[in-house]
C-alpha cells in the first residue's frame, strides 16, 4: 500500500505522494466505461461502481500510470499460480490483485513498516501463518509460499467478518481495528465505516484501489494501459537435506546462479 503513497515500489526514490482524497469528481467518460466492464466481465469478487472507486481508476490512469502499467506486467508471471491457490482455497481468484496494491507484485519489496514481499507480510503475521524468517531465509518474500499464507489469512479473515470488503480492510489495518469500528459505528458495511473516523485514510483507501485494480485488470486495453506480460516461470519443489551451494544448484540445472 504505501508503494502508491510514495510512488513507485517500496525501494526506490520517493515521488510526489498520490493519494485519492488528491483526485477530483471521477469523470463521465470513467464512469461510461466502468458500467460497460461490470456488465461484460466475469467477476468472481463484489465490486462497487462509486466515487470512491471510480476516482481510483481516474488516479491509476493518470498520475500512477507508468507505476500500475510496470506491476501489472509485472504481475503476469505470477498470477496464474496465485488464482490456483486462490481457487484450492475457496476464495476469490480476483483477490490476486490485492499483491497489486500492496508491492507492485515485487518479491523484495520492504516497507517503512517492516512489511515484507509480495503480500506483505509483517513478521508476526508470517509466522503465524507459518513462513520461516532467520538469518538464512525470509519466507515472505517466496512467492510460492506468501502466496498460500496469503490465501489463509484473507479466507481467516472473511471467515471472521463474512464480507470481503471488511476483510480486506483487516488485512491492511489489522482485525482488531476493524471490528472495533464496527463495534463503536454498530455497522457492518465498509462504505458506510469509510465515512466514519473509525479506519486511517489509507485503510479507507485501501478497498477502493483493489476494486479499482480489479476492473482494470480485466480488460486493461479499455482503460488505455499496454500490458507486456512476463513469463510465469516453471518450477518444482527439490527437498534437500540441508544448506547447498547456489553454483552447485545452478550448474545442475544449467542456469546462471544470477537468475537463481
Known amino acids: 500500500m504505501e508503494s502508491l503513497a510514495a510512488g513507485d515500489g517500496f525501494t526506490e526514490t520517493r515521488s510526489e505522494p498520490a493519494s485519492i482524497d488528491e483526485v477530483g469528481a471521477p469523470s463521465e467518460e470513467t464512469r ?3 458500467a460497460e466492464s461490470v456488465r461484460q466481465e466475469t467477476l468472481d469478487l463484489p465490486i462497487a461502481v462509486n466515487d470512491a472507486v471510480l476516482s481510483c481508476i481516474d488516479l491509476y490512469q493518470g498520475r500512477l500510470r507508468d507505476w500500475f502499467e510496470s506491476a501489472l506486467s509485472r504481475g503476469q508471471r505470477y498470477l496464474p499460480h496465485i488464482r490456483e491457490v486462490f481457487a484450492s482455497e475457496g476464495i476469490p481468484q480476483d483477490l490476486a490483485y490485492v499483491a497489486l496494491v500492496e508491492s507492485a507484485f515485487k518479491t523484495n519489496a520492504y516497507s517503512r513498516a517492516r512489511a515484507k514481499g509480495v503480500w506483505q507480510f509483517i513478521s508476526e503475521t508470517g509466522k503465524r501463518y507459518g513462513l520461516q524468517q532467520d538469518w538464512w531465509v525470509d519466507e515472505r518474500s517466496d512467492p510460492e509460499k506468501a502466496t ?8 481467516e479473515l472473511f471467515g471472521m467478518f463474512g464480507d470481503w470488503n471488511l ?3 483487516a488485512y491492511n489495518a489489522g482485525e482488531w481495528n476493524v471490528q472495533r469500528g464496527i463495534n463503536r459505528y454498530r455497522t457492518q458495511d465498509f462504505w458506510q465505516l ?3 473516523r473509525a479506519l486511517r485514510r489509507e485503510t479507507r483507501n485501501y478497498v477502493p484501489l483493489i476494486h479499482a485494480a480489479v476492473l482494470i485488470a480485466k480488460s486493461p486495453d479499455k482503460y488505455g494501459f499496454a500490458v507486456e506480460p512476463e513469463v510465469a516461470p516453471e518450477f518444482e519443489r527439490v527437498p534437500v537435506d540441508g544448506a547447498v551451494d ?3 544448484i545452478a550448474e545442475c540445472v544449467s542456469t546462471p546462479v544470477e537468475d537463481i
Open 32 to 34: 461510461a466505461r466502468v
Open 194 to 196: 469509510r465515512r466514519t
Open 246 to 248: 547456489l553454483r552447485v
Open 167 to 169: 476483510a480486506l480492510a
Open 148 to 155: 498460500r499464507a496469503a490465501a489463509a489469512y484473507l479466507k
